[in-house]
């Protein structure tokens, strides 16, 4: 009953006697080509207990990531009680969240290799502790420096807790319908972003306390995310128990030259990674709402809604896409599809007078679907004992580049003046969006053309 274990003393259980569900599932060890279809293999019978409990384990990881994904958009939504009651800059309110990426350039590596090292199941429970004493801290803190302690052990714990929840999904899923889990998955985080956003409607008494009970709230979010990551824990402990008859092996040690074996297709799926998730969250978390009012006119409302039906689209379109992907068995076409929306819609928002709904429904499907493909994938082009490692590295590039678009991007804006009074100021920040867009669905279509079309023509032959 027990997955493919990826970490802890049972990370290489990869060599199976038994014809257990869940577990024999043929993976690559670092093949450099986009899998056409989902491995077929006999587990995951529609009946067997297996299965349910792969669903149920989906589920909790799924709940756990609303708490955490809340959490994560908590600062936003009290930016503006924290300037009026405790005096804080820009500047500060910014660092609250850019400090949740900062450590990860470098410890989001470590994560990863932790993950390989001591299993998804513990490493989610670990991570969403450290998560809950970040939020605490986050909340109760007196000043400005505890609570951007607070938002730093946030971010040391949530990049990891997110990669200890993919290679969850990544196990129990192996024998097919990753793509799903984790889609499902992603769009209940994405519904606990959407909530935060829409927390000041849905609690209006406590943003009427001023800055704290909102934070109080997330916390307990965040206490929320840990119960599912507790019952998950408890729960795997409880399939490796049932499975104490399997042949085991021992973890392999981590090697530094194991990433250079990670394959082309790896790389290309990278470089996408960085390229895209730094345009969509630099743009649409930092400047869409300000760059909608100034140059397209739109209130502070009327923006922020507009930029919310994107996370709102991508709650139900993200499972979707994972079913049509696990379903139709490709991966590599959606994916550049899905990159190559994103360039249409930020030259659309620049160049035209076209509405800002097509734009955002643009964005809507492709944050929907690239994430909804990125991550099965990623599970596919390598072994299942580097899953850990292969996002965590992917995740290092990614918040360098998050972080770095947000700094480029703020710098061009400044330099041109933008503002309500120079809409036209906007220009070079859309052009650098752009460019990296394109960059990004040009690695996508490289993935496609190439490793996707290899691994098609080896299907081929081997038929
Ligand atoms: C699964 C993926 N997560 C990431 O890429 C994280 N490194 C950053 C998540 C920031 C919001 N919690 C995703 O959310 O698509």
Not at 404 to 431: C, F, H, I, K, T
Request: proline share 6%; with cysteine.
């Amino acid at each position: 009953m027990r997955p493919p274990p990826m970490g802890g003393r049972v990370a290489e259980c990869r060599v199976v006697t038994a014809p257990l569900p869940l577990v024999t599932a043929p993976r690559r060890e670092s093949a450099p080509s986009v899998p056409d279809r989902p491995p077929k293999t006999p587990t995951m019978n529609d009946k067997s207990p297996s299965r349910a409990v792969a669903w149920l384990v989906c589920a909790l990881v799924a709940a756990s990531l609303y708490g955490n994904y809340y959490v994560y958009d908590s600062i936003g939504p009290v930016a503006d009680a924290l300037q009026r009651q405790r005096g804080f800059s820009d500047q500060q309110i910014g660092l609250l969240n850019a400090i949740y990426s900062l450590p990860n350039v470098v410890l989001i590596l470590v994560g990863g290799v932790l993950v390989d090292r001591f299993g998804a199941a513990r490493m989610t429970l670990w991570t969403a502790a450290v998560c809950l004493l970040g939020a605490l801290l986050t909340a109760l803190s007196p000043g400005f420096a505890g609570m951007a302690a607070g938002r730093l052990l946030f971010g040391i714990g949530a990049e990891t807790f997110g990669i200890a929840t993919l290679a969850a999904l990544a196990q129990y899923f192996v024998g097919g319908k990753v793509a799903f889990s984790m889609g499902l998955a992603l769009s209940i985080g994405r519904l606990g972003s959407f909530s935060s956003d829409m927390s000041p409607t849905w609690f209006p008494q406590a943003y009427a306390q001023g800055w704290q009970p909102p934070l109080l709230i997330a916390a307990a979010m965040a206490a929320a995310s840990f119960g599912g990551a507790l019952l998950y824990w408890w729960l795997d402990r409880r399939v490796a128990a049932a499975d104490k008859g399997i042949a085991q092996q021992q973890a392999q040690p981590f090697v530094w030259r194991d990433l250079l074996h990670f394959g082309k297709a790896y790389w290309f799926l990278l470089a996408l990674c960085v390229l895209w998730y730094s345009v969509i969250l630099a743009f649409r978390s930092t400047f869409a709402i300000k760059y909608f009012q100034h140059a397209h006119g739109l209130d502070l409302a009327a923006a922020g809604a507009m930029n919310s039906y994107v996370f709102l689209a991508a709650v139900f379109a993200t499972p979707a896409f994972g079913w049509l992907c696990d379903r139709v068995g490709r991966y590599a076409p959606f994916l550049a599809f899905g990159a190559v929306l994103l360039p249409i819609a930020m030259a659309l928002m620049a160049l035209t007078a076209t509405s800002l709904w097509v734009s955002t429904a643009l964005i809507g499907v492709s944050f929907s679907l690239v994430p909804a493909v990125m991550w099965p994938l990623a599970s596919r082009l390598v072994s299942p004992s580097r899953f850990g490692t292969a996002i965590g590295l992917m995740w290092v590039a990614q918040n360098a580049g998050i972080a770095g678009a947000n700094l480029v991007a703020g710098w061009l804006n400044d330099r041109a003046g933008a503002g309500a009074q120079n809409p036209a100021g906007y220009e070079s920040m859309m052009l650098f969006f752009g460019l990296a867009s394109v960059g990004g669905a040009v690695f996508a279509l490289i993935l496609w053309l190439t490793a996707g079309r290899r691994a098609q023509e080896r299907a081929a032959l081997a038929a």
